[in-house]
């Protein structure tokens, strides 16, 4: 199958399998907000960003989020995602 027809959660299984962490739904609906999270990351040079409406320092820089989305949409697990979640305070189980 190619991978732009894949479905985010099919991408999600594919990476974290072999993984310690689960490809459970549960752990799909938690890696969504580091997705969301790279994503407005990606969007901009700046050095804060609004999350969960507070303004917070952004935790990672423009190319290092595009480069985790880019991971993320060829299915290629990247240890950073676990090292982001642990920062932001995200539970990957």
Known sequence: MEMNKLTDYDKFILMTQGKTMGSTMAAFFEFKNI???LEVCS???AKTISWKDKI???PINRSE???LLDSFNRAKWNG????L????????R
């Open 35 to 37: 997705l969301k999270l």
């Open 43 to 45: 969007k901009s040079d």
């Open 56 to 58: 917070i320092d952004k």
């Open 65 to 67: 989020a595009v480069g």
């Open 80 to 83: 950073k995602f676990v090292t």
């Open 85 to 92: 979640a642990h920062r932001m305070g995200i539970v990957l």
